[in-house]
């Protein structure tokens, strides 16, 4: 008996690629990982990464080789030439999280690279600037991927995670609107606020005070998520607050002697990268989220899926803010390196208790509308879409 006999869709296999597979990584691999537990039990799926931190019952990881990890650019080249060597045939779908030129289904977590470089230039300066390009091996090789990547060749789906990156994607590419999509990140479930007993047993499992404000921050780029205001920003709040770090261990030294610099040495906790962050959403009193570029943030909606009451960059920096609205279910900064700003955000937490509880039954309500079971059908659905049109051809 056939799929087709019993009306049930068709087991597909899927390669996904993603050089770094792991749960301590960054918000695109949490992404790329989310999508696969959803579906893993549904369809057959392989993973090419070359550094796998997960596992995960009917997954087949490969380990793909990493002969350079510098300069990245080249291991990138490697990476996507392994990749694409492994996959050309045998796969139903091929998913890349990765700048490769191959891929049906290609997902956009940060800003094209030909936006970075050439956005808002004209004239002399456009000019100088391909100078540069047409002289950096690294610019040309990650144009080069990307300018592929994005080529209207069909059967293609290019997924993009918040509506705040078409603009960018279509300024770069305007050649490949009609594949572009949007799926944005989820939660695998809406956890609620921790009880007084769950917060204190996770701020004594991080080795952080049991007594005061916890502001939790979580980013690898500290700089570019905003630590850096944020340790500006806790100076001039009670003594009473303190700042949990979590990400990359990487950037904890130049940040550490940031806060011991500025007297908050005793204030500023840095916990590495954890296994997981759940631990650090429940022990938290609110997320700070001053990010100068996010195309979502899913360490938001992670928060608001806790009950956390959430301060965030505006939709020009932060793309989950365009689903977001001041003072109903998040707390929106116009400016994210205005410390004064984001103070005065934090005292408004600290201080008006019935914002807290408005903000954190406003967040859960929202966190519930952005669930992975859901958000993974639609991905499941683009694959159909494809699969059906080769089919037909």
């Not at 094209?112 to 950096?136: C, E, T």
């Not at 340790?231 to 990359?248: M, S, W």
């Not at 938001?300 to 009451?309: D, F, I, S």
Request: aromatic share 8%.
């Amino acid at each position: 008996m056939t799929a087709a006999d019993t009306d049930e869709p068709r087991r597909l296999r899927i390669a996904v690629l993603n050089r770094q597979f792991s749960v301590t990584g960054g918000g695109a691999e949490r992404y790329s990982i989310a999508l696969v537990e959803q579906l893993a039990a549904r369809h057959e799926i392989h993973i090419f990464a070359q550094h796998i931190s997960h596992a995960w019952p009917g997954v087949t990881y490969h380990k793909v080789s990493q002969a350079l990890t510098r300069p990245r650019w080249l291991n990138q080249l490697w990476y996507a030439t392994a990749t694409w060597w492994v996959t050309r045939t045998g796969f139903d779908v091929v998913h890349s999280h990765e700048n490769t030129w191959h891929g049906q289904v290609q997902t956009v977590h940060v800003l094209p690279v030909k936006y970075n470089l050439l956005h808002s230039l004209s004239g002399w300066r456009r000019a100088l600037r391909w100078l540069r390009i047409a002289s950096s091996p690294r610019l040309l090789v990650y144009l080069a991927l990307e300018r592929s990547r994005f080529s209207w060749r069909g059967p293609r789906a290019i997924v993009v995670t918040s509506n705040t990156l078409l603009p960018q994607m279509l300024e770069a590419y305007p050649a490949c609107a009609s594949a572009i999509q949007v799926v944005t990140p989820g939660v695998d479930q809406v956890r609620g606020v921790a009880t007084t007993l769950e917060k204190v047993e996770a701020r004594r499992k991080l080795g952080l005070p049991e007594i005061g404000f916890c502001i939790l921050f979580v980013g690898n780029d500290y700089r570019k998520k905003g630590l850096a205001t944020l340790i500006q920003a806790l100076k001039q709040l009670p003594e009473q607050c303190y700042v949990a770090v979590v990400g990359n261990p990487a950037q904890i030294p130049k940040f550490k002697t940031q806060a011991k610099a500025t007297g908050l040495d005793q204030r500023v906790f840095f916990l590495g990268s954890l296994p997981d962050v759940s631990s650090a959403y429940q022990a938290a009193d609110c997320l700070a989220h001053p990010t100068q570029e996010d195309t979502f943030a899913m360490v938001v909606l992670e928060a608001m899926a806790h009950g956390l009451p959430v301060v965030v960059s505006s939709q020009r920096y932060c793309g989950i803010a365009g689903l977001l609205t001041h003072e109903i279910n998040a707390l929106l900064l116009d400016d994210p390196l205005d410390a004064l700003a984001l103070t005065t955000a934090l005292e408004r937490l600290v201080q008006e208790g019935a914002l807290v509880d408005r903000l954190s039954s406003a967040a859960l309500d929202f966190a519930q509308q952005h669930q992975w079971a859901t958000l993974a059908l639609q991905q499941e659905s683009i694959y159909r879409a494809l699969t059906h049109r080769v089919e037909a051809a």
